[in-house]
């Protein structure tokens, strides 16, 4: 987490990608912007989450629990983990061409939008495949 001198706070999934996207904007402002986008573009798609990466691969997974018992996962469920892939890989993007451009604040929104984007889409995800198994 970025801050100036406050403690850190670590937040966890939907929750955790819904801070992400309310802080995004800031992030814009900061002085070493370009250093900061560029890192996270790569912790999104390269490093420890993989991004769309896990996601994709999560979604096969879903197609191949379908086959072996419908019941277990809603129809729609790999078509969602899909989509979260492609909004996590375009938020990847979006901050890797923030980290090319000076002070362009609105790449810092656009990010924020894909993060919220996700996590209404991942909590509908999750929540569906709860509702399977609960």
Known sequence: MIGSGSATRVT????GIRRLARSLPGWGELDEARQVARFNASCIEKFGNGGGNFRRLYAGFLDWAREQDESLVPEDAP???????????????????????????????EAAGHAAAIAEGEEALFGSLVDRVA
């Open 79 to 109: 078509a969602r983990a899909r989509h979260a892939a492609d909004g996590w890989t375009a938020l990847s993007a979006t901050l890797a061409r923030a980290s090319e451009e000076d002070s362009d604040l609105e790449l810092w929104r």
């Open 12 to 15: 966890t999934g939907i929750e």
